[in-house]
């Protein structure tokens, strides 16, 4: 089954404990980003990468790191958690960068509590 | 970024059709029109998207005015399961990149 797989699915931290949240995708996709989604703002892109080594900042990137070593994988990186970091995440996939017409596809989401 | 506005909310019954709208004056003519929908608890799912003709896929349908400048997504049949946020986005192309941006959407009810 085509898929977007996140893990933690909930992850409560405290201030500051370095964290890792993995997404994968099993369609041979270039195209990866990481969303935000709180209440009252929507949902918002972190970073996204275009290919395999290829990463960039969207609209909220402050406090996220992100790696692209192979295709499949795109690990989102918080080095120092904050409480403002308290927010539901989502890693999507799409077949390339470059097309506007390509649906994306979207993991089922991470929960994060930063105390 | 071109820009879309939606009902914050629509309510409507069970097995009747639905008619999402959405408005995009702003539309540039090479604007892909994306409908994607989130269930409760799930993250976005992509339903339909069109750039100037009609268009049907087994989801749901797409009706774009003539002008471009607003967009009807229509479900035939609701069922309970289509409870859910619909996103009216247009694709946003900056640099080759892929953001969706997303609005607030419309929040559909459907009652038994």
């Known amino acids: 089954e085509a898929q977007v797989t996140q893990n933690p699915r909930y992850l409560i931290t405290v201030t500051g404990k370095k964290l890792t949240v993995t997404c994968s995708q099993n369609?041979?996709?270039?195209?990866m980003s990481w969303y935000r989604q709180d209440p009252g703002l929507g949902l918002r892109q972190i970073y996204y990468?275009?290919?395999?080594?290829?990463?960039d900042k969207g609209d909220v990137p402050e406090g996220y790191k992100v790696s692209r070593k192979e295709k499949r994988n795109f690990p989102l990186i918080l080095e120092s958690p904050s409480p403002n970091q308290t927010s539901l995440y989502f890693c999507?996939?799409?077949?390339?960068?470059?097309?506007?017409?390509?649906?994306?596809?979207f993991g089922p989401g991470t929960r994060l509590t930063v105390l | 970024d071109a820009k879309t506005t939606q009902p914050n909310s629509m309510e409507s019954n069970e097995e009747e059709p639905v008619h999402l709208p959405c408005n995009h004056s702003?539309?540039?003519?090479?604007?892909?029109i994306h409908w994607y929908r989130q269930l409760p608890s799930q993250g976005p799912e992509y339903v339909i998207h069109?750039?100037?003709s009609n268009v049907n896929n087994r989801m749901a349908s797409l009706a774009i005015a003539e002008d471009r400048k607003s967009s009807t997504l229509i479900l035939h049949r609701a069922t309970l399961r289509d409870a859910a946020v619909y996103y009216c986005?247009?694709?946003?192309?900056?640099?080759?990149?892929?953001?969706?941006?997303f609005g607030q959407g419309t929040r559909l009810t459907i009652n038994p």
């Open positions: 999507a996939s799409t077949l390339t960068g470059t097309d506007s017409y390509n649906e994306q596809f």
């Open positions: 369609m041979n996709h270039e195209y």
């Open positions: 990468s275009m290919n395999v080594e290829v990463t």
């Open positions: 702003t539309i540039s003519g090479t604007d892909y």
């Open positions: 069109g750039l100037t």
């Open positions: 986005i247009l694709r946003d192309e900056i640099q080759g990149a892929q953001k969706l941006v």
